[in-house]
């Protein structure tokens, strides 16, 4: 877990590009990968690629458009869409507020973003 704000001036690492990994996860479709830290608009860049690819998903902590969650949620899934923080850099109450307030789920769409999508990417991950 690295913020390239903190990153040595001399020193900085871009981004890791995320546009080749649906192509990766379609190739291994039994392999769950979970995408930390990606932004709206890496994910954006992306969600037209994602039918081939039911095992890529994304944690929500840097998903920082007001609504984004949601946006991004309807876009790809929100089946794809796992719960963070990106503790200890963001408190964790505003990952909370994202999903809670800012967003119009159901019931069940919250359950699922906020612990069942990644109790059902763990069990995949344990029965491997």
Not at 48 to 57: G, I, Q, T
Not at 94 to 108: A, G, I, N, P, Y
Request: contains cysteine; hydrophobic residues 40%.
């Amino acid at each position: 877990m690295d913020d390239e704000r903190h990153h040595f001036p001399l020193c900085t690492v871009p981004p890791v590009d995320i546009a080749p990994l649906p192509e990766l996860a379609a190739r291994h479709p039994a392999l769950p990968i979970v995408v930390t830290n990606a932004g709206n608009g890496d994910v954006a860049k992306v969600a037209s690629l994602l039918d081939s690819a039911p095992n890529l998903y994304f944690e929500m902590s840097h998903f920082e458009i007001v609504g984004g969650v949601e946006t991004l949620a309807r876009r790809i899934g929100v089946e794809r869409v796992l719960f963070g923080t990106h503790a200890p850099y963001y408190y964790p109450e505003s990952s909370v507020l994202k999903v809670t307030r800012e967003c119009q789920f159901t019931s069940d769409e919250l359950d699922a973003i906020l612990s069942a999508n990644a109790e059902r990417v763990l069990a995949q991950t344990a029965s491997q």
